[in-house]
């Protein structure tokens, strides 16, 4: 089997060449294009075939479960309502309202029933897996690679059960891999257009280095976090991690291409732009989401300035729909703050950010057991759906993350720079708030990015094109081993992934640490 080489080619010796700067070789795209999508296509339709499979079961008497109660309704409401909430029993929305716009769309398509109010999260969840499939094979140039991470993603515990529950997490999820993929690509273009300007010979007409002009990736890059934001306020934490990661990709280019003040001219040529697109723009989008509520007349505190506020206040030349909107934003962040352990809101299946890398405590979604379940092959039968990350993909990432450090820090790697940014931003900011109820589906936007990570360490025990045919022998057999580990682990875990009826006995053998009970 021929593997397509994923590593850089190992930077020149200064020493060998002439005066002037140092200009990196070419990184092209992987030329099997036609296999890329044939290998895209195959793990796509593994993801769509085990997120559609059984898609309306488990439900509670024909209603939803766990969180979907708060989601399905509010869905449902959005589509019979105008397209906003304004059930004044709900109390308070406390989530923008993409999320539960995309859930409508299931259900106006299949009804109020598990098939409508989990069809959208699975379509997510299938993208999802589309999407890191290609973002790897670019990242890597290797269509192998490339279907490893999808495959790793496809029998992914954490992202698998959220692909089939109506919950907000795995739209997030989506929204903030595509901004993600598309910073990758500017980052390409970016490249592409440098490189043409030290090969006419302008690299040296300003100490700045070239203006690069409308970077229409990046401005989708935008787009996708402020759907992300219009998700869930979490997607705030992307913006900062990958604003400064695209900034740096600019430094580093300008830097690599020899001009004379990259630093200046990352700063007075590519920063400004980089806060349009990628702080205005996802805010005018966020704001945009809120469309139905700007043009309704009932929505939740909708006319609270007259109201609730007064006309007159320091903001006075500010839209009265814009203030309202920021008096209902406020009492949002008022009640998610107020979520607090030290106010007394524990819950029996909290989990705090230390632990989400391992999965070291999943998710009860869902449990039933008694008289009414049977078909197990028992006498007492349980069923049960818990979030739980794959051991053998979540358990390896400590060693994982660290040869990733290793990669970035040492061999300065940008491949792992940028994976380790979109992994960091799902996980550090909540070691701000420890204080904060929280729960092992805010790890759901790390997933994918665990999943690029291991297929980037599985790419470096391939080996690159010069190792010999015996070390790329043996390399194959390990990847091809670990595959074959954690689709078995994946299996293994079905039953309670998906509430298939088993009995007691295997209950607890599910079960493998104290933590998970």
Known sequence: MTVTDHRPSPAPDRRLLSPGPLVPPPDPAPTDRARGWIVTAFVTALAAITRFTMLHYPTDAKTPVFDEKHYAPQGWQVLTGGWIEDNPGYGLVVHPPVGKQLIAVGEALFGYNGWGWRFSSAVAGVVLVLLVVRIVRRMTRSTMLGGVAGLLLVVDGVTFVSSRLGMLDIFQAVFVVAAFGCLVVDRDDIRARIRRVQAEGRIGDSAWGPRFGVRWWRFGAGVMLGLAIGTKWSGLYFIAFFGLMS????LAARRSYGVRRPWIGTTLRDIPPALYALVVVPLLVYLSTYWSWFASETGVDRHAVGNQIGHDSAFWFVPDAVRSLWYYSANVLQFHSGLTNSAGNQHPWESKPWTWP?????????????????????EQCVKAVMLIGTPALWWVSLPVLGWGLWQMFIRRDWRWAAVLTGYGAGLLPWFASLDRQMYYFYAVPMAPFLAMAVALTLGDILGGRHASPKRRTVGLLAVCLYLGLVVANFVWLWPILTAVPISIEQWNSQLWLPSWR
């Open 247 to 250: 900034v740096a990709f600019d």
């Open 358 to 378: 391992m999965g070291l405590r999943p998710m009860l979604y869902y449990f039933a057991d008694g008289e009414n379940v049977s078909g197990c092959g028992a």
